[in-house]
Structures are given as structure tokens and as C-alpha cells.
């Protein structure tokens, strides 16, 4: 990716836009490194989903009144926003979901559950989230299908020269992470999806990691299917995409069934809508997808070129300072990475660590981040993590090493 020019935005007055940032924690102003788990959300999202409650809300696609008719367009207008944003062809291509997790939950079943077979193998990485292994366990348990590993090497990248072995004819689908929630490290998703595609495979991509990070096109990549979450981008919590070409998305029979994905209803049997409405079974989120279409907003707003500029700056700038802690150790070294440092200390259990950092109002996570076969895989049980967004300051990294060598001393 190119070196972006920086100048132009200004960081510090962006991290005013998020009133979270200015809560103190046991007496010391919030550091708050827990991105990858979940974002802060700026006023202006805040603002526009207050707004919704106090100016449309009401049920979509249903009443015939003006509340239902302004919630329902605002809804489907987000969904244009979100087409738009990640360079799908329609908004049909769209499907709202509660999160990456539901998004993934509903292709293992629904498509898997119609398209994949006894003996059919799904290739998985070892870096997945259990949100990427956990729903194809449970479909290849079903349907007598079988998992397929890409390994991970040392440094935390896949090992792409396994590739050619694996990705077999029988492999039907490839499911990968684009960046690792543990390691930070960036998957090579152009090349994964055309290899995928040379053997006739169906590829998703879990974008959770990325989709709020860093510049990220549907078409350019080359996916089949792209799951990720509103609330690691800035939008509320409970929102979530599935993107799936709309070809492979009109082929997939309904998943949930209920209210708002029907066209007519008898005792005995129902007929369905067109996607994306027919995996939309119930009241959706109405005020989640109004929100995270002001979250694209405000990311693009400030350029998501510039948002990874300044998480591949700042991640740089961790790696060099955390290298003057005694006894801290970083797990994945990739050229290619993200805002995520993963690490351990001699000094204490990650647990441990991350319990004393909050006396000092840093928030990292610690532990195995849904990722137990990749904390096997390092011979850890878990890690601390610390996850940066662009409201982060390298002044927060310095407070960081204070706290982490006050823990050498500490539990010494
Ligand atoms: N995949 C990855 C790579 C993630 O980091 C996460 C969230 N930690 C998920 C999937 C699951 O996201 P959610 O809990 O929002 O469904």
C-alpha cells in the first residue's frame, strides 16, 4: 500500500469527537487499546441514532404510516451505504445481520447446508476466530464434511507454500480472516481468492479486522462472501454485514424463518422474498444499520487510506517502544500487519497483567481472543493484546511502557 500523505488530518482533534475517550479509570485517563474487541463511537454517530428514536422510529417495510415509510427508507438507504462503501454491485448484495459471527453462521448453514456434501472439504486457516471454525465444525458434523487447516508459521504468516496441497478440488469452500484479531498480521485475499477460484472454491472472507482499518473493495478482492461487524468500525453494537455476489446470494434458501422475509403465508407452506429481505427474518436493527451507515460516513470522512497509515505508524511505534520492556515478547513478527500487537511478558500471567495495566486506566485484553488453536499453535494459553484505532496517541504508547516496566518491578 502507498505511504499516505498525513498531514492533512487532524488526529488529535478527531479524538475529540468521542466522548468515551475523556472517562477516567481508577484515577488515570482511559487508554483505551481494546479496539480490536470493539470500537468507541463518535458523536456523530451517537447523534444520528438518538435522532432516529426521536424522529422515525417505527417498524420498516410494514406500515403504511409516515413513521414506518421514514424509518424503512433511512434503513434501506443504509444499505446503499454500505454497498457503496465496500464497492458491492447492489444493495440486494447486502444482508443485515447482528455480526460477523451471525453472517458466518448464516452461510455455513444456509449455503453450506444446501451446496456442501459428505466428503466435501472446507479450508480453514489457523488463525481463525472461533467465529470462523466453531459454525464449520458444526456443518461438517451435520453433513459429514471435512476441515482443512492452513498452517501458521513462526512469524505469524500463513504458510502460502502448503497452499498448492491443499487447496485441492475437493475443497468447496475457503473461509479465511483477512487480518488476524491476535496477530495483527494482513492476509494476502487477492491471491487467496484467485487461488480459491482456480480450483472452482467459494471463498469468505472475514473482514471484522480490516473493514474499519484500511481501504477494502469486494470486487478488487475477488470474495464470494465478506462477514463483518459494525461495532469494531465506530456503528453500534448488534449490526453486522454479510456481503455474497448476488448470484450465489439468490441461490441460497432461507435461513431464518418469520415475519418480513415472506411474500405470502398459507397454514401448510410459505413462498419467500428475493434477497436480501429473505434472510432478514423479523424486526431488524433498525437503528444499528442507521448508525453504522453514519459510521461510514465518518470514516470516510477522514479516509481509510489514512486510517491504516496511521495504524501501520503507530503499530511501529508500539513495536519499537514495547522492545525496551524487559522480558516482553511479541508474538507475530509480519511485514504485513495491522493495529494489533499481540504479547507476553515473563513477568506475569497475561491475565495478570492485564488486570494490573487497568488500575491504571489502560484497557488492553488478555487472554486467548477466541483464537485457542492459534494460542496452542504459539505453546501460550493466552496473550495481552493491545489494539489501536486512529483516536489513539503515540503519547498513550509512552504511558503504556511506564505501566508495563512498573509490572516488572511489580510482580517481580
Ligand atoms: N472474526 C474476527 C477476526 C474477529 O476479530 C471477531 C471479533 N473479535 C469476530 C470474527 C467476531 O465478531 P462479532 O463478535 O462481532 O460477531
Not at 498525513?6 to 469527537?17: F, H, K, N
Request: charged share 20%.
Amino acid at each position: 500500500m502507498h505511504k499516505v500523505a498525513m498531514s492533512r488530518v487532524d488526529w488529535s482533534a478527531l479524538r475529540e469527537d468521542f466522548p468515551i475517550l475523556r472517562e477516567r479509570v481508577n484515577g488515570h485517563p482511559l487508554i483505551y487499546f481494546d479496539n480490536a474487541a470493539s470500537s468507541q463511537k463518535p458523536s456523530a454517530v451517537l447523534n444520528v441514532v438518538r435522532s432516529y428514536y426521536e424522529h422515525e422510529n417505527a417498524n420498516v417495510h410494514r406500515g403504511l404510516h409516515a413513521l414506518s415509510a421514514r424509518a424503512t427508507e433511512h434503513y434501506e438507504k443504509s444499505r446503499h451505504r454500505v454497498a457503496d462503501f465496500i464497492g458491492a454491485t447492489s444493495a440486494d448484495e447486502i444482508v443485515f445481520t447482528r455480526g460477523t459471527t451471525e453472517s458466518i453462521n448464516l452461510v455455513a448453514q444456509a449455503w453450506g447446508g444446501r451446496f456442501l456434501h459428505a466428503g466435501d472439504v472446507i479450508l480453514l486457516t489457523e488463525m481463525e476466530h472461533h467465529s470462523n471454525l466453531v459454525p464449520w465444525q458444526l456443518l461438517s458434523e451435520r453433513i459429514g464434511a471435512q476441515l482443512r487447516f492452513v498452517p501458521v508459521h513462526d512469524d505469524g504468516t500463513l504458510a502460502l507454500e502448503k497452499l498448492s496441497s491443499l487447496l485441492t478440488p475437493e475443497v468447496k469452500m475457503f473461509a479465511f480472516t483477512h487480518v488476524s484479531n491476535s496477530l495483527g498480521t494482513i492476509n494476502p485475499v487477492v491471491d487467496l481468492c484467485q487461488k480459491a477460484r482456480g480450483v472452482g472454491a467459494v471463498t469468505l472472507v472475514d473482514a471484522a479486522q480490516s473493514i474499519g482499518h484500511m481501504p477494502l473493495n469486494v470486487q478488487e478482492l475477488g470474495c464470494d462472501f465478506l462477514a463483518f461487524s459494525g461495532h469494531k468500525m465506530c456503528a453500534p453494537t448488534g449490526i453486522g454485514v454479510l456481503y455474497a455476489r448476488s448470484e450465489i446470494l439468490k441461490s441460497i434458501p432461507p435461513w431464518h424463518g418469520g415475519g418480513e422475509m415472506i411474500t405470502s403465508v398459507t397454514l401448510e407452506k410459505s413462498s419467500f422474498k428475493q434477497p436480501p429481505h429473505r434472510f432478514e427474518a423479523g424486526t431488524p436493527n433498525i437503528a444499528g444499520a442507521i448508525g453504522l451507515a453514519a459510521a461510514i460516513d465518518y470514516i470516510e470522512g477522514i479516509g481509510r487510506a489514512q486510517i491504516f497509515q496511521h495504524d501501520v505508524d503507530f503499530a511501529t511505534y508500539a513495536l519499537k517502544r514495547m522492545a525496551e520492556v524487559p522480558g516482553l515478547r511479541v508474538l507475530g513478527t509480519a511485514q504485513e500487519r495491522g493495529g494489533v500487537i499481540s504479547f507476553v511478558m515473563d513477568a506475569a500471567h497475561p491475565h495478570d497483567l492485564t488486570t494490573f495495566a487497568d488500575r491504571y486506566g489502560l484497557a488492553l485484553r488478555g487472554g486467548h481472543h477466541c483464537n485457542q488453536p492459534l494460542m496452542r499453535r504459539f505453546g501460550v494459553t493466552g496473550t495481552s493484546r493491545a489494539s489501536f484505532y486512529f483516536y489513539n496517541t503515540r503519547e498513550e504508547i509512552d504511558r503504556t511502557i511506564d505501566i508495563l516496566q512498573k509490572a516488572v518491578g511489580f510482580f517481580k
